[in-house]
């Protein structure tokens, strides 16, 4: 393995500049004073963070914004926050500079306020005398009890013992020593480092000697967090734990409290709908079809601690290790976070290069991340689809790319050749997505007008053929070729398009969104007691079905159906309970497992006997006898009555 480049810190220099200002009437110049990491030497190219504070203390009502800028003109925005500006990240994933010149610039100043003045420096050297090179994983991982710290050692020369040593990352503090295996002479060692410390921020550095206490330490210094692995509903009463669905767990990275992360969250998932801005309607992946339908396919989750780089799990889905540590299946990590203007974008799946997704217990997902404006979260709703079309479904970039990446073509969205692209998505051809046709009526009836973008047609955007470019190619290229000009992998509209969609369907008809129940608390059940006996009928919540265990009320088994038409969304989807039990005093108990629920019974009447009409006689046989004569007589005058008058009629005709 190539050492690389590894930095050692020299010096951290805070200056205090600029006194009272000589204007007549001026405010009283403030003099910056920065506190930044302690401890060292830091490795190369690790994120610093610094305090910048001010004597007399900043006025909020008078500096709105600041940031740090080094000689090469990068910058970095700083947070306001009580009265100082908060810096974080400062040369993170930046090795381009041996030395680091921070000034500081404070934007919307009035007069007297400095407007330019130097702060700190970080002044880096090349150290060829390290005995001990130390790599790990990202720029502040994240730690936890089942998640410790991989970390990898590389050698020069013989090594006397050799720890690792956990300091507080602002204090200095030392937490802990933890001995690990020495690598031999230019030789690699790999270990996982348990952190035993409470939530918060550190850094770690190697140390080679005798004893932790008499070590000499190498260049590292790098950030770790510890956190706290607290997973929450997002969603109260959307999710369904046992059943088999992707559990997206959303996590924060600089948006301020849980509750900030969970209203953020909430609204760009748009899971009622498109939401109607002041310029333009927002659609987030929940209001795109086909993940508006199958909401029941997803659990929302939140991380409750917030993560100090939002890089930290943006993670690969190629990994099957990539999150270890955490207790949910299908698990997919989307951050988000502020200021607003940072990178969006996601990691590859365990679908890479693969025509057909495969079962729901072999489908790994990627990371995601998402720069987010708190001022106006739905303005990156789409932006969040778009990133989970690469972090869930495996769907490339149709855009023309505006960095110095290469082409990418992969399978079903970007084909190398025009051949390819009719062999994958050939059958599709002239297909328009349907979502189209909600797009526009959403459109229209919050008062926009019905196309996104005036003098384009939706429909004839999205509409499959063979179209060159994108895919991060020039759009005259011919060595990418994509669907259709315009979908939500291109330019963000609403709309996946037919080919993208296909394979978005494929993907979640993986998950049945279904689960067994666990809890009796999911089970809706009525009791009533009549006659000696308990009889209860009621049905399970959406989306669950009959759990392997018994289900009993009072020590008898009740019985349980599953839906005879299972619907995604419908009543009828529900599965069906029915209990007996013998009668008791009191509300029954219904078991499952170790669980137990008390039922309340609604007592009715006991039904009064039915009792047989009184029957006042019998008719005697004398009268029965007389009844029949009576009635002979008057059938025989009924007959001698018709005989005379036929008799009297045909009299009648012959004398006519």
């Not at 600029?18 to 690790?46: E, I, M, S, Y």
């Not at 505006?402 to 051809?429: H, I």
Request: glycine share 8%; charged share 20%; aromatic share 8%.
């Amino acid at each position: 393995m190539p050492l690389g480049r590894h930095l050692v810190a020299v010096a951290i220099l805070l200056t205090a500049i600029l006194g009272l200002a000589t204007t007549a009437g001026a405010a009283q110049v403030p003099t910056p004073v920065a506190t930044c990491d302690t401890g060292g030497p830091f490795a190369f190219g690790v994120g610093i963070d610094c305090t910048i504070a001010f004597d007399p203390p900043l006025d909020p009502d008078q500096v709105y914004s600041g940031g740090l800028v080094d000689q090469n003109g990068e910058y970095w925005p700083c947070d306001l926050e009580a009265e100082r500006l908060e810096c974080r990240g400062i040369g993170k994933e930046r090795y381009d500079l041996a030395s680091r010149r921070l000034d500081l610039e404070l934007d919307h100043q009035v007069e007297g306020f400095l407007t330019f003045a130097d702060v700190a420096e970080i002044e880096t050297t090349l150290d060829q005398q390290s005995t001990l090179y130390t790599f790990i994983d990202g720029n502040e991982p994240v730690v936890f009890d089942g998640r410790p710290l991989p970390i990898e050692l590389f050698a020069i020369g013989e090594l006397d013992r050799t720890f690792i040593v956990v300091r507080d990352r602002r204090t200095g503090d030392l937490i802990e020593s933890i001995e690990v295996s020495a690598p031999g002479r230019d030789r690699s060692v790999s270990t996982r480092l348990a952190i035993d410390a409470p939530p918060g921020r550190y850094r770690i550095w190697p140390c080679v000697g005798a004893d932790a206490d008499a070590c000499e330490p190498q260049p590292a210094g790098f950030a770790v967090q510890v956190i706290d692995p607290e997973i929450a509903e997002l969603i109260p009463g959307h999710n369904r734990p046992s059943a088999e669905r992707i559990n997206m767990v959303f996590a924060g990275s600089n948006l301020g409290s849980a509750d900030d992360l969970v209203d953020v969250a909430t609204a760009m998932l748009t899971l009622g709908g498109p939401a109607a801005g002041p310029y333009d309607m927002n659609f987030g992946p929940m209001a795109i079809e086909p993940l508006a339908s199958n909401a029941h396919k997803f659990n929302f989750w939140y991380l409750v601690d917030p993560l100090a780089d939002e890089r930290s799990l943006l993670v690969d889905g190629t990994d099957p290790t990539a999150l270890a540590g955490f207790d949910l299946d299908n698990m997919a990590v989307t951050v988000l976070y502020g200021p607003g203007y940072g990178a969006s974008d996601a990691r590859l799946t365990s679908m890479w290069n693969l025509i057909n997704a495969p079962a729901a217990d072999q489908l790994r997902f990627g990371g995601a991340r998402v720069s987010v404006d708190l001022d106006d979260p739905l303005a990156r709703a789409a932006t969040l689809a778009h990133e989970w079309g690469h972090s869930l479904f495996e769907l490339r970039d149709e855009y023309v790319g505006f960095d110095d990446r290469a082409v990418l073509t992969q399978y079903p969205n970007c084909a190398p050749t025009a051949e390819l692209a009719d062999d994958w998505w050939g059958s599709l051809d002239g297909t328009i997505d349907p979502f189209v046709y909600e797009v526009l009526r959403a459109r229209r009836a919050a008062g926009f007008p019905g196309e996104p973008r005036e003098g384009s047609n939706l429909a004839t955007s999205v509409r499959i053929g063979v179209h060159p470019g994108g895919c991060y190619d020039t759009a005259d290229a011919n060595t990418a070729f994509r669907p259709s000009s315009d979908s939500l992998m291109n330019s963000e509209i609403p709309v996946w398009g037919a080919v993208n969609r296909r394979r978005v369907e494929q993907v979640l008809a993986r998950f049945s969104g279904r689960g067994p129940l666990d809890d009796l608390d999911a089970i809706e059940l009525a009791c009533e007691r009549q006659s000696g006996t308990v009889d209860c009928a009621g049905t399970l919540d959406r989306y669950l079905d009959p759990p392997d265990r018994r289900v009993a009320l009072d020590g008898r088994s009740c019985t349980l159906a599953p839906p005879v038409e299972a619907s995604s969304t419908g009543e009828e989807g529900r599965a069906t309970i029915q209990c007996s039990a013998p009668s008791t005093a009191g509300p029954v108990t219904l078991v499952l497992g170790d669980q137990e629920r008390s039922i309340t019974v609604v007592d009715l009447p006991d039904p009064e006997p039915v009792t047989p009409p009184e029957i006042v006689g019998e008719p005697s046989t004398e009268s029965s006898s007389n009844g029949s004569r009576t009635t002979l007589v008057v059938w025989s005058g009924v007959m001698m009555l018709f005989l005379l008058v036929s008799t009297s009629v045909r009299v009648w005709r012959r004398q006519k």
